[in-house]
């Protein structure tokens, strides 16, 4: 068969069709993505322009409808970043602790959970018992204890359960509010519910979660080898 600038154009589009759909499979894009419509798009045009050669009413049906759910579904994407919107403690708690999740599903992730303020007094997770929520304080401040005694002071800024909240595993100390606090909490139910429902959103999730429980490691081991040397 001879290579026309029409069959080439075909073949460019089943390329990109066939790599779109393997770096889906993959696990490389995802299929909310904007590359990903993109690359469907682009492949719907090669193929669309290949069938002035070879002319087929079927398929010019579907490329052009594919084309047109691609503009549509740009346009949505487009539309949800410029609507996302963050006021200063939002903005405050997303740079802290949630850079790395996109606009759009950060504003899907603070809409599970509830401001509010606490008075002192109010525990927000028990050693030993499951964690069943996760707590930004913006403001105020809380003790940490551990059996009994009390172990840090934690205060604005600070990020409470990333590191269990996933498996609901037992906290490994006591926080309690020690001066009135604004917070920002995430019933664990709600957020297991929404990430099973969404693998997107719970990959993005799961992956700054990760970052802020990697994060929270290290500074500790900082501060532990900071205490070592200055006992030396």
Do not use: C
């Not at 990109?16 to 469907?40: D, K």
């Not at 740009?74 to 802290?96: G, P, Y």
């Not at 604004?182 to 979660?209: G, K, M, S, Y």
């Amino acid at each position: 068969m001879e290579l026309t600038i029409w069959s080439a154009a075909g073949l460019t589009g089943v390329a990109l069709y066939l790599g779109a759909y393997g770096a889906l499979q993959f696990g490389v894009i995802r299929g909310s993505s904007a590359t990903y419509t993109i690359l469907n798009m682009s492949a719907a045009i090669f193929v669309l322009i290949s069938l002035a050669e070879a002319f087929n009413l079927s398929s010019l049906l579907i490329q052009v409808s594919w084309i047109t759910l691609s503009v549509i579904g740009l346009a949505r994407m487009a539309w949800e970043r410029k609507m996302t919107r963050f006021n200063e403690e939002e903005r405050q708690f997303l740079s802290a602790h949630f850079s790395s999740l996109p606009p759009h599903l950060a504003r899907r992730f603070l809409r599970l959970g509830t401001w509010q303020m606490l008075s002192p007094g109010t525990v927000l997770t028990r050693q030993g018992s499951p964690v069943s929520e996760l707590v930004y304080i913006a403001s105020g401040a809380a003790d940490v204890s551990a059996h009994g005694a009390v172990v840090a002071r934690i205060g604005a800024d600070e990020l409470i359960g990333e590191m269990t909240v996933m498996q609901g595993t037992p906290a490994t100390a006591d926080v309690e509010i020690t001066e009135p606090a604004r917070v920002f909490t995430l019933p664990r139910a709600t957020l297991i519910r929404e990430l099973e429902a969404d693998h997107d959103f719970a990959l993005a999730v799961a992956n700054a979660l990760q970052i802020e429980a990697q994060r929270k490691m290290d500074r500790a081991n900082r501060d532990k080898a900071d205490a070592i040397s200055a006992m030396i």
